[in-house]
């Protein structure tokens, strides 16, 4: 999270997204080489968890790993794109949401754990 919410990480983002119609091969070059790839990667990596038998099985983990980016990157992000980047949360805060966002994924795709009679 910190690596996204460097001052000029975000600038580029605002960029990027502010002239996404004039450039739009820009746009899609920033998705395509960067955020796309990463979602992937961690797709792949939940699908691993769920065939371990950490997560219900994923019939989407495209989709899962757009959930768990969402509730990990969703409000800090949103700080720092609008109210500036000298208003990103301490490194506490950004813990306290990442831990937040593992209940709430976990809440929803952790294993069942077993039966007992």
Request: glycine letters at 8%.
């Amino acid at each position: 999270m910190t690596g996204l919410l460097r001052p000029d990480v975000l600038q580029l983002r605002r960029l990027v997204i502010a002239e996404a119609d004039r450039f739009p091969e820009v746009a899609r070059a920033w998705y395509e080489r960067g955020f796309g790839p990463a979602l992937s990667t961690l797709g792949q990596a939940l699908r691993r968890l769920a065939d371990r038998g950490h997560l219900r099985d994923l019939d989407d983990p495209a989709l899962a790993a757009y959930q768990f980016a969402g509730l990990v990157m969703y409000q800090p992000m949103n700080q720092a794109m609008f109210a500036g980047t000298t208003q990103v949360p301490a490194e506490g805060e950004l813990s306290r949401i990442a831990h937040a966002a593992v209940t709430v994924f976990l809440a929803a795709y952790g294993a069942q754990p077993p039966h007992k009679p």
